[in-house]
């Protein structure tokens, strides 16, 4: 069975964001997959890794849980708006806390790194308020795509991760929205299934 971990990194629970999540769940589990959710911002944790590396904090319940339902996945899908070109404070604050030497990766006294969520693939889906796909891919380079797909998702060993765009979100009236949260159900769908499903943007 298909076990796939939903992740929320948007603060709002009333968002679109919020939306996207739970179509893809309800979807997925039509499917037959087997899904958990993790809405970041209802979690209970400091975002801020006070020490850096140099002293290790210790993690709260909600991010204990947290790591073992992302551990427990065989499917990731990590949904987040796109704030100043990156992700919103809180779902950063959750990759410094959580994703932690010895949890996500580990490195050999030669500086190697290894990803320890192997064996795991992922998907992105990302929301812009104001930034077009072709602006965001030719004028900022995709640099929040970068930074969780290739800085985070990949370096801790997640393969095979599809990214969708939607925006900007100001041009989509309802009825818009409405045909998102049917390609979203679709996709999850795919995923469940295992079928390859294309990047899909809206246009």
């Known amino acids: ?22 179509t893809y769940i309800q979807s997925a589990q039509e499917a037959g997959a087997e899904v958990r959710y993790l809405a970041i911002g209802e979690l209970d944790f400091n975002p801020n890794l006070q020490f850096g590396y140099r002293k ?32 919103p404070a809180i779902m950063k604050g959750f990759f410094d806390r ?10 050999n006294k030669n500086g190697i790194s290894e ?28 640099s929040g795509l970068i930074q969780l797909k290739t800085g985070i998702l990949e370096y801790c060993g997640i393969s095979d991760i599809e990214n969708n765009f939607i925006g900007p979100l100001y041009e989509l009236d309802e009825n818009d929205h409405l045909n998102w949260l049917i390609k979203i159900a679709n ?4 995923d469940t299934e295992n079928k390859a499903a294309e990047n899909l943007y809206y246009s």
């Not at 959580?98 to 996500?104: I, S, V």
């Not at 996709?187 to 795919?190: E, P, V």
Request: hydrophobic share 40%; proline share 4%.
């Open 1 to 22: 069975m298909k076990k796939i971990i939903v992740v929320n990194g948007h603060p709002d629970r009333e968002s679109f964001n919020s939306a996207i999540a739970q």
């Open 115 to 142: 990803g320890l969520l192997q064996n795991k693939t992922g998907r992105i889906i990302t929301t812009a308020g104001d930034v077009s796909l072709d602006s965001y891919e030719k004028n900022y380079g995709s």
């Open 98 to 107: 959580a994703f932690l030497p010895g949890l996500t990766f580990k490195s």
């Open 56 to 87: 290790r904090m210790e993690l709260e319940p909600d991010l204990v849980k947290a790591l073992e339902d992302i551990h427990w996945s065989n499917h990731q899908v990590w949904i987040h708006p796109m704030w100043w070109l990156g992700m």
């Open 187 to 190: 996709l999850a769908k795919m």
